[in-house]
Nanobody
Framework: QVQVVQSGGGSVQPGGSLRLSCVAS????????MDWYRQTPGTEREWVAR???????DYADSVKGRFTISANKARNSVYLEMSDLRPEDTAVYYC???????????WGQGTQVTVSS
């Protein structure tokens, strides 16, 4: 059984920084990519960033230059460093893990990020 557990997030003033973490565990997980998404009430989940393990990273235009995604392959973990946060970054952030087995995707439980003065 695969588990995806997120941590981090919280409340910060505009211009501040936060770090999100996500760890996937399970037998023979064989992670190929990990993404971050975010969602606000009444809207669809929005893609934020992706890291293809040992290869590339990509970002939504809205966060490019402010957010940095990184991963620890050995720990099946992914991180999102968020800086210069804006009120419009307020959302519940979700981690998504893509496994070569299946293939299949797995979601974290979500983490609230609030940017407000």
């Amino acid at each position: 059984q695969v588990q995806v557990v997120q941590s981090g997030g919280g409340s910060v003033q505009p211009g501040g920084s936060l770090r999100l973490s996500c760890v996937a565990s399970g037998r023979n997980l064989n992670v190929t990519a990990m993404d971050w998404y975010r969602q606000t009430p009444g809207t669809e989940r929005e893609w934020v960033a992706r890291i293809v393990i040992d290869r590339t990273t990509d970002y939504a235009d809205s966060v490019k230059g402010r957010f940095t995604i990184s991963a620890n392959k050995a720990r099946n973990s992914v991180y999102l460093e968020m800086s210069d946060l804006r009120p419009e970054d307020t959302a519940v952030y979700y981690c998504n893990v893509l496994s070569r087995i299946g293939p299949a995707t797995y979601w974290g439980q979500g983490t609230q990020v609030t940017v407000s003065s």
